[in-house]
């Protein structure tokens, strides 16, 4: 039975839609000019070709998540990943999509600005307080610009304005309801996104940890909850936030993983197993390598420090000098070195110290753990040597050498015990690329190891190899891996050489698991380190409270037309005052409070606290940590804890205004105040506009007169 | 339902087995609440339930306690003391520092001076004449005193488990708690090794201790607030404070600690709402002058005393300003004289303003490839040396050869030649080596012949045009006449192809900073007359300032080298690797820093054992159970007592892990001592929880075989290591033959 009339009822709040519309408008238009590689995007812009490409990278500045979604966008635009982003201001071709390269940034931080007005609205303030949010982030200069190109923090604000946002409305749901859950959910997703795009998401999540787990908190202590219910609460607060955020976190490098299939630039600073699993590169070569070294073998070993660079072992036809510059003394063998190129010297042979041949026998004899073993060089079939001499750069360690018997009583100890130190992952057998073999000498039990020094002339600038006793030497770079290796078939010096000349052959084919590849990426991105120096632009983070400082951007290749990125100093002006503010309004409300005067009534108070842990919080986990980095920072590392104070600076007013002023004269008094400031924060807008869109071009003169501090660097073309 | 809840109860109840046994057996327990009272005082441990509140229970037997306590840490530290009979370790440093005091010559360090003014007191007080040169390690002392220095620190050292055994005792009111954490302490082969030597070590546990002493006793007088003893624990503190920040830098973490501790004190005065807003402003005007005001005071005299005392010239003398060093006896500044006002020809050093500036400076060496222009470098030096020489020219070359030189006036241009190299002062707009906003400067030309951007627009700061300079005091600014930047010393240090000197720049930004003004300060010019300059002599503070600015640079320049394998912070905790601080080969007497590692494995897992215990009794809490008044009590102590330890702890060992600095393992101990209480007391509320496991005579039989067994363990495991802070000689652990035959137990452990 159908009851008629059918209605449909829809309530649309008109503001909201006018902010967003706004929002899109000031992000979105002209997206595609200009038609120009813009400051990062030389940077972020490599890595989308190389997932066109599909080739492996790796970058140690963030998890991959922003890098994919930079490059979804280049996908759906079409971008084939051919373009050299080699200079900021080169002009992309016809071929390459602009528009789309830079749509979802843009997207996401034209979202900010509606994220911010619902988020005012579920910390409880009135609308006109989420307007006011939302015209601030609406007319941030520095916001527009960064959202406007093929950048990452608009897209990590976004995702942690989504967090705090569904985490709140979890929060005000009724309790009984289940489709908080839903809220929650949404909630421990943004948190894996925003890590997923930068490591900074991780300040912003820990906050928003440590909000729910005081929320929890409170839970466990009112007591007209049942026991039961308690439990089942803290353990999904627990599966949404805690775990979820970690399953997406590994996703993400599992999509990451499953793309970039191919070998590529970064392949070196892998293992040898890892580099294996990419298709083309090591893995090409070592196509149909037999698995098990045996006696007899012919292999090349690279050592599993990546620092200073990946390399292997190697040795010439060239001896130490028997005096070096600071006069010690050497033993005047052959040099043994750490080369890190591919080279015929860099084979060796296995040898098995109780017989003469040098071949693989049949059935061939693998070695084991502990087994003591000869290496012989392949072009040079001098023996691997150390002795109680000090090495030519690390005195403190012993000397490696090609092993030559000059009749100085000085006896050959070649003997080398191997040590497979991952044998419980892998087996007792040393095997090719899969084991990592610690290489100790018998008579002194040192270990084999890359000092990280490289030689001077004498040694052609290749890197030392010493050996030091195990208690000393780092734990951590003392690995070797076999990396190209064969069954040696021949006695005679002369055709081995022939052998070692000729390219190896046969068929296997090796997998890693993922886990094994995630740990290690993951590893190699918290530890390689770049060297960090100062930039022409970088600045120190107290620098950005009070905007010292600015970022050139772009410059057109012949005008003065040129986009930086300045905040609008108006509302960078009300935002610092409110953040003042609040702290000092929390003291003085803290100190009388604790004096049993209670000036506002316990609801308004808790939404007080509850605008403070988020926006004074939110500010100071992503301000105070930067203070502690020794990181190259810049400008828009401040946006996130500008934003929350942006969400702070109205709800603040707010209070003010129906909780601080007793006479209708200063409510009027601060309204007028309020709406001047917000005129101003306009004209201010307006007045940066063309820094911000790069349009107009304006004259040097112009330019001059934006020039408000004497610090900022603002560029004037010389005509 | 009574029985459910029960059973939730319990801190320090982890295991399901357990809660399982509890069901069945726990039943009987809560009809008798007073059978433990009953059952204490024949333990020997129990005091707890009857005593909390009153200061000290039995005093007899504590006394007797204490002393045994006492008795057997000196014994542990006094053993073996004068072996062996060279120079240790670090004594390399501060025995040469306590002789500097003796001999009263200047050095500098970047650690504050009272603990080596401490060592050189003791040394002169026993009988140490200052004469032996602590060259390096390995120095065989022969027949010099050195016993009353190591005695000094080892007496210090000593009272480290006696004060541990108070501070615990006081937090818990269990004297259990305590002898566990005096009886770790006292065995701790790593203890008696650090406090055996000459180091500052001993001496900076010594006042942090006893800071945190005090400041507990102080906590525990607050029904008698401004009485005598009030008083006298709140001046304590404050000067065991200045102790601790006196001997090393760590010190700052136990004054935040305290401060912490006093802070959350006046906010639970500040609730008191019986204490009238006049009561309360006294209380924190004592605490203002107890912890702020009176150890600031003998801070600030600590280093009066110590520019005092070392009055003649000494190796530290290049780390400070010419005015500071003028001070000194037998340096070259003493009672110097020169021209008073800067003329053209004249040979000068040129000093930056910037606290601890250095001398501008240049040397042969080049620029390397791919920093700017591969010309000359001009950098900032802090030491004395020929190379920072310049001569002042005027921009034409023709100078009068006869009559008296032209003076130098606000606003003329110079031109600035480097005397040793003959080359000048130039910039161009290449960015800086490091600060990439600047330009870069070189030494450019050859015999004083260069280009235009080899000149400088001189100004005096606040001067006018004609102004003349004065030596030493006038500020001056250079400007770059090309490109109208302003020379600029930016403070940061050069890799190492600039020989880790400091940076010198042309700054575009003009605003007036001390990095950007310069004093002229020697001035060699035989034309003009000397005049015996008194010159300025610096105040008391600014010397103080200076000293600091100094002693900090010194410590983050203590960057870890290349090669070295350098300590992480987490390697500490699990005891990874310790310190060498004597001998290498098999002949030679060995002696190595490292903790018991049974101890501090068992530190390690009360730590989680008290992270687990502390979350059951505070969600316990927190929930609203009702709890039988001795397991309040418990929770009471490790939330309260136990959280200040883990506080401390966490205050002496997480900031390392943001340092920079090279870091070693002996940085440690501080955060180990609060570990090693904390562990007092979590075992002893485990312990004393054993009724929950088993009904009470058999608890109380458990509870004592814990404590027996633990007492073994301690014993044992010293009786096991005892050579490593005793001496070793013979053969290495890795061989069978040696003492510390398979003790070896990681592979990192270097004996």
């Not at chain 2, 250079?478 to 190492?496: D, E, I, Q, W």
């Not at chain 2, 870890?560 to 005891?575: A, C, G, T, Y």
């Not at chain 2, 007497?589 to 730590?607: C, D, E, F, T």
């Amino acid at each position: 039975m159908l009851h008629l009339p059918l209605m449909v009822t829809a309530q649309v709040d008109l503001v909201l839609v006018l902010v967003t519309v706004l929002s899109l408008w000031t992000r979105l238009c002209h997206l595609s000019y200009p038609n120009a590689v813009v400051f990062d995007e030389v940077y972020y812009g490599q890595f989308v070709s190389l997932y066109m490409k599909r080739v492996f990278f790796i970058d140690d500045s963030g998890p991959p998540l922003g890098h994919m979604i930079l490059a979804l966008g280049a996908y759906l635009g079409g971008f084939d990943g051919n373009f050299a982003w080699n200079r900021i201001g080169a002009e992309y071709p016809c071929s390459v999509s602009v528009w789309t390269l830079r749509f979802l940034p843009a997207l996401c931080g034209a979202l900010c600005v509606p994220l911010v007005y619902l988020l005012t609205l579920e910390l409880k303030f009135s609308h006109l307080s989420a307007l006011g949010a939302a015209l601030l982030l609406l007319l941030e200069n520095s916001l527009i610009v960064q959202s406007r190109f093929m950048l990452l923090e608009s897209v990590l604000i976004f995702f942690v304005l989504l967090a705090f946002f569904s985490y709140l409305c979890f929060y005000n749901a009724p309790s009984s309801s289940w489709f908080r859950y839903g809220w929650l959910l949404l909630c421990g997703a943004s948190c894996g996104a925003a890590i997923g795009v930068k490591y900074m998401g991780l300040f912003s999540y820990l906050l928003l940890l440590g909000v729910a787990s005081l929320h929890t908190w409170n839970l466990i202590g009112d007591r007209t909850v049942s026991h039961l219910s308690v439990c089942v609460q803290c353990v999904c607060r627990f599966f949404c936030l805690l775990v979820l955020p970690v399953l997406l976190y590994v996703f993400w490098f599992y999509v990451h993983l499953s793309i970039l299939s191919h070998s590529g630039p970064h392949d070196q600073l892998m293992s040898s197993a890892f580099q294996a699993s990419l298709r083309g590169g090591l893995s090409r070569i070592t196509q149909g390598q037999p698995l098990e070294v045996a006696y007899g073998s012919q292999v090349t070993l690279k050592s599993s420090a990546s620092q200073p660079i990946p390399c292997w072992l190697h040795s010439h036809k060239a001896n130490y000098p028997i005096r070096y510059e600071n006069g010690r003394g050497s033993s005047h063998q052959q040099q043994v070195t750490c080369y890190p190129f591919k080279d015929v010297n860099n084979w060796w042979i296995v040898k098995d110290p109780d017989r003469q041949e040098m071949m693989v026998s049949s059935p061939p004899r693998p070695v084991r753990h502990g087994d003591v073993i000869q290496l012989v060089h392949g072009m040079t079939s001098r023996f691997l040597n150390s002795h109680d001499v000090a090495a030519p750069m690390s005195p403190h360690a012993q000397e490696v050498s090609g092993y030559i018997n000059f009749n100085v009583s000085m006896a050959a100890q070649n003997l080398w015990r191997v040590d497979i130190s991952n044998r419980e992952v892998e087996s007792d057998v040393w095997k090719t690329i899969l084991s990592e073999v610690r290489l100790i000498h018998v008579n002194t039990s040192a270990v084999l190891k890359l000092s990280g020094v490289s030689l001077p002339d004498w040694g052609f600038r290749q890197l030392e190899i010493v050996a030091e006793k195990l208690f000393k030497a780092n734990t951590g770079n003392l690995g070797w891996t076999v990396e190209e290796h064969r069954y040696g078939t021949s006695q005679e010096q002369k055709e081995r050489e022939v052998e070692l000349h000729s390219p190896s052959h046969i068929d296997v084919d090796r997998k890693i698991s993922f886990w094994a590849k995630f740990l290690e990426l993951q590893w190699k991105m918290l530890t390689v380190k770049q060297e960090d120096s100062e930039h022409k632009y970088s600045s120190s983070p107290l620098e950005w409270i009070t905007m010292e400082t600015n970022i050139a951007y772009w410059l057109h290749s012949s005008s003065n037309a040129q986009i930086h990125l300045i905040g609008n100093p108006v509302s960078w002006g009300v935002a610092n005052f409110s953040l003042l503010a609040y702290q000092v309004l929390a003291v003085f409300y803290l100190l009388r409070r604790r004096r049993g005067f209670k000036d506002l009534p316990h609801g308004v108070w808790c939404k007080f606290v509850c605008l403070g842990c988020v926006c004074v919080g939110g500010w100071l986990v992503n301000f105070v940590p930067f203070l502690l980095m020794e990181k190259t920072l810049f400008l828009y590392h401040y946006l996130p804890a500008l934003c929350y104070l942006y969400l702070l600076s109205p709800a603040l007013l707010e209070h003010m205004h129906t909780h601080l002023l007793s006479s209708v004269t200063y409510q009027r008094a601060l309204c007028v105040w309020a709406s001047a400031v917000l005129l101003s924060v306009f004209l201010s807008y307006r007045t940066f506009c063309p820094l911000t869109y790069g349009n107009p071009e304006l004259s040097a003169n112009e330019l001059r007169g934006l020039k408000w501090r004497d610090s900022w660097d603002i560029l004037y073309r010389r005509r | 339902m009574e029985d459910y809840k029960k059973q939730w109860n319990t801190p320090g109840d982890t295991s399901t087995l357990r809660k399982r046994k509890n069901l069945s057996e726990n039943t009987p327990l809560s009809k008798d609440p007073g059978r433990w009272t009953q059952d204490d005082p024949g333990s020997s441990n129990g005091t707890l339930a009857e005593c909390h509140g009153s200061d000290s229970n039995n005093p007899p037997a504590t006394l007797l306690l204490l002393l045994v306590v006492a008795s057997l840490s000196f014994s542990t530290r006094f053993h073996r003391l004068s072996e062996p009979s060279h120079v240790c370790w670090d004594e390399t440093h501060f025995g040469k520092m306590g002789s500097y005091y003796i001999n009263r010559s200047f050095f500098f360090d970047v650690h504050p001076p009272l603990g080596k003014m401490l060592i050189g007191l003791a040394g002169y007080l026993t009988g140490y004449d200052g004469t032996f040169p602590f060259v390096k390690p390995g120095d065989k002392y022969e027949d010099h005193n050195y016993v009353g220095m190591r005695g000094f620190c080892a007496v210090l050292g000593s009272f480290l488990p006696i004060f541990a055994y108070l501070i615990v005792l006081e937090l818990s009111q269990s004297s259990t708690a305590a002898l566990i954490t005096a009886a770790v302490l006292i065995f701790d082969t790593g203890c008696i090794t650090i406090s055996q030597y000459i180091l500052l070590d001993p001496i900076l546990m010594f006042f942090i201790l006893a800071a945190v002493l005090c400041m507990v006793k102080f906590n525990h007088l607050t029904q008698r607030s401004f009485s005598a003893s009030w008083w006298f624990w709140l001046v304590m503190t404050g000067a065991s404070l200045t102790g601790a920040l006196g001997v090393k830098f760590v010190g700052l973490f136990v004054i935040l600690l305290v401060g912490l501790n006093t802070i959350s004190d006046l906010w639970r005065l500040l609730g008191d709402l019986s204490l009238s807003m006049v009561d309360i402003a006294k209380h924190l005007v004592a605490r203002v002058v107890g912890l702020i005001i009176l150890p600031l005071f003998l801070y600030v005299t600590i280093f009066a005393i110590h520019f005092v005392v070392l009055n003649k010239s000494g190796p530290g003398d290049g780390f400070f300003s010419s005015a500071f060093q003028s001070r000194l006896i037998g340096n070259n500044l003493h009672n110097a004289s020169m021209p008073e006002y800067l003329a053209y020809g004249s040979t000068i050093t040129v000093k930056n303003l910037r606290i601890a500036g250095g001398y501008l400076h240049s040397h042969w060496h080049l620029y390397p490839e791919g920093v700017g222009a591969k010309q000359q470098q001009v950098t900032a030096y802090l030491h004395k040396d020929y190379n920072n020489v310049w001569r002042v020219h005027k921009q034409d070359h023709n100078e009068s050869q006869s009559g008296p030189p032209d003076l130098v006036r606000h606003g003329d241009i110079i031109r600035l030649e480097h005397k040793e190299t003959t080359r000048n002062l130039h910039s161009h707009l290449h960015e800086a080596p490091l600060t990439k906003k600047h330009f870069q400067v070189t030494g450019y030309g050859m015999n004083g012949t260069g280009d235009l951007n080899d000149l400088w627009q001189l100004e005096v700061c606040g001067g006018k045009k004609g102004d003349l300079v004065k030596v030493l005091r006038s500020k001056v600014r250079f400007l770059h006449r090309a490109t109208g930047c302003v020379l600029y010393s930016s403070g940061k240090t050069l890799p190492k192809w600039g020989w880790e000197q400091v940076e010198v720049t042309c700054s575009p930004y003009l605003k007036e900073t001390p990095s950007s003004q310069w004093n002229i300060e020697d001035h060699i010019n035989p034309k003009l007359p000397n005049i015996s300059l008194s010159l300025l002599k610096p105040h008391f503070l600014e010397i103080l300032l200076e000293s600091h600015i100094v002693m900090i640079r010194g410590n983050s320049g203590l960057k870890p080298k290349d090669n070295e394998m350098n300590s992480k912070p987490w390697h500490w905790p699990i005891n990874y690797q310790g310190l060498r601080f004597s001998g290498v080969n098999e002949t030679e007497y060995r002696v190595y820093l490292l903790g018991n590692p049974v101890l501090w494995w068992m530190n390690l897992a009360s730590l989680g054992l008290y992270l687990i215990m502390s979350a059951v009794a505070s969600v316990a809490l927190q929930r609203g159970f009702s709890l039988e008044p001795k397991r309040k009590e418990h929770a009471h102590v490790l939330l309260r007592g136990g959280g200040l330890l883990l506080l401390g702890w966490l205050l002496h060992y997480a900031p390392f892990y943001t340092m920079g600095r090279v870091l070693y393992y002996h940085h440690y101990f501080p955060a180990m001592l609060f570990s090693s209480m904390l562990t007092g007391i979590t075992l002893d509320v485990l312990f004393r929880s054993a009724d929950l496991l088993l009904r009470p005579p058999y608890s109380d039989w458990l509870q004592r075989a814990g404590l027996m067994g633990l007492l073994f363990t301690v014993l044992y495991s010293f009786y096991l290591f005892h050579p490593l802070s005793y001496g070793m000689t013979g053969p290495l652990a890795h061989e069978p033959g040696s003492s510390m035959a398979g003790l070896k137990w990681m592979d990192s452990w270097e004996f």
